[in-house]
T-cell receptor
Framework: GAVVSQHPSWVICKSGTSVKIECRSL??????MFWYRQFPKQSLMLMAT?????????EQGVEKDKFLINHASLTLSTLTVTSAHPEDSSFYIC?????????????FGDGTRLSIL | DAKTTQPNSMESNEEEPVHLPCNHS???????IHWYRQLPSQGPEYVIH???SNVNNRMASLAIAEDRKSSTLILHRATLRDAAVYYC??????????FGQGTTLQVKP
């Protein structure tokens, strides 16, 4: 089946640090990838849609200068949390959709748990 | 994107069938019905999706009402590994997944 790898699995860092999270589709090409955030005991919240070769589309209320997204190839998207603060601590999850129609299933990574001290 | 309504929680006994309901009365003609599940501390996992006809795969079956205003995910024999939060999501032309609260399924041995 389709596999999405997300790295790192967890990261702990000091306030003010920038953190980069990678999302790779291992056995398929993904024109479109998505980034989500999930707080404890809550559902996933879509942050942005990442399209290969173009700018990401951010959901309302998500700061694009805070959460930098790059989708430079058909198998890799990165999310950089810039100047992270404790309130950015969360579970970040990416997904990738196989190239094709928009109703294709999304395949998810195992998430990155980010803790900012 | 149209919304869905699911029960907050359900219980099942191991090795018995489970029927997880989902209401989506405002579904549009082009919306697909997707189901995902999430185990603790993991990313969601795709389960099944359909448009109008019932669908079967190795994980589950999806029964879609004739008027498409509701659907049911069927796990034929629940195992302890099926304990998870199950999300029913309508997917339109944007392809976005807007997650609701889902149904937390508990499976009792």
């Amino acid at each position: 089946g389709a596999v999405v790898s997300q790295h790192p699995s967890w990261v702990i860092c000091k306030s003010g640090t920038s953190v980069k999270i990678e999302c790779r589709s291992l056995d398929f090409q993904a024109t479109t990838m998505f980034w989500y955030r999930q707080f404890p005991k809550q559902s996933l919240m879509l942050m942005a849609t990442s399209n290969e070769g173009s700018k990401a589309t951010y959901e309302q209320g998500v700061e694009k200068d805070k959460f930098l997204i790059n989708h430079a190839s058909l198998t890799l998207s990165t999310l950089t949390v810039t100047s992270a603060h404790p309130e950015d601590s969360s579970f970040y999850i990416c997904s990738a959709r196989e190239t094709g129609s928009s109703n294709q299933p999304q395949h998810f990574g195992d998430g990155t748990r980010l803790s900012i001290l | 994107d149209a919304k869905t309504t699911q029960p907050n929680s359900m219980e099942s006994n191991e090795e018995e069938p489970v029927h997880l309901p989902c209401n989506h009365s405002t579904i549009s003609g082009t919306d697909y019905i997707h189901w995902y599940r999430q185990l603790p501390s993991q990313g969601p996992e795709y389960v099944i999706h359909g448009l109008t006809s019932n669908v079967n795969n190795r994980m589950a079956s999806l029964a879609i009402a004739e008027d498409r205003k509701s659907s049911t995910l069927i796990l034929h024999r629940a195992t302890l590994r099926d304990a998870a939060v199950y999300y029913c999501i309508l997917v339109g032309n944007t392809g976005k997944l807007i997650f609701g609260q889902g149904t937390t399924l508990q499976v009792k041995p």
